[in-house]
């Protein structure tokens, strides 16, 4: 089964723009989540969504946003770039059995370099 | 002002001895743990987990202790191997206060930096 993939890998931006990444989650996990990952802060959970909703969210400003689709691929933005937003994003992906945490696997994540 | 990066605790061990990696959680709410491997330019790999109703586990070389009295979880790794080599880190899922799930949150600690020597 292949893991969970995440497009671009790499990417550099400057200050004030805007940029979208994308999440293919493991075949059958419905529940995608996205974390930061700083070397000041270290891993953040930014929020986690399931059957195109987002269910939870974290302690991020209103420029991170995310969306989900009816295949359970997911997205992320992050608009009006700030130097501090240059970090790993890292996506997982779960099942879901009701109120059950399962285990989140991660995909490689997106280096992100804002200039 | 500057921002300061974490200092990650270092373990430093020779091949073929065992590790014990510490970590310690905040929440007696938290009913799920997982240890993850993080290798430089990769994501978080699973290793284990466990949860709030079991005290130990065991995988292939490696056992998950979870003490809920103290609060602190172990992850001891046997026979370590050079390709051990990596940034581990514990995390948990916390209930929200209002007494539900928290969904897809995790919240993981600093991580430590083990480097096997061969």
């Known amino acids: 089964k292949a893991g969970v993939t995440q497009t671009p890998r790499y990417l550099i931006k400057t200050r004030g723009q805007q940029v979208t990444l994308s999440c293919s989650p493991i075949s059958g996990h419905r529940s995608v989540s996205w974390y930061q990952q700083t070397p000041g802060q270290g891993l953040q959970f930014l929020f986690e969504y399931f059957s195109e909703t987002q269910r939870n969210k974290g302690n991020f400003p209103g420029r991170f946003s995310g969306r989900q689709f009816s295949n359970s691929r997911s997205e992320m933005n992050v608009s009006t770039l700030e130097l501090g937003d240059s970090a790993l994003y890292l996506c997982a992906s779960s099942l879901v059995s009701g109120i059950i945490q399962e285990t989140q696997y991660f995909g490689p994540g997106t280096r992100l370099l804002v200039l | 002002g500057e921002s300061v990066g974490l200092h990650l605790p270092t373990l430093s061990v020779q091949e073929g001895d065992n590790s014990i990696i510490n970590c310690a959680y905040s929440n007696s709410a938290s009913d799920y743990f997982i240890w993850y491997k993080q290798e430089s330019g990769k994501g978080p790999q699973f290793i284990i987990d466990?949860?709030?109703?079991?005290d130990k586990r065991q995988g292939q070389r490696v056992t998950v202790l979870l003490n809920k009295t103290v609060k602190h979880l172990s992850l001891q790794i046997a026979a370590t191997q050079p390709g051990d080599s990596a940034v581990y880190f514990c995390a948990e899922n916390n209930k929200a206060h209002a007494g539900g799930t928290s969904y897809g949150k995790l919240t993981f600690g600093q991580g430590t930096i083990l480097t096997v020597h061969p």
């Open positions: 466990i949860r709030s109703n079991m």
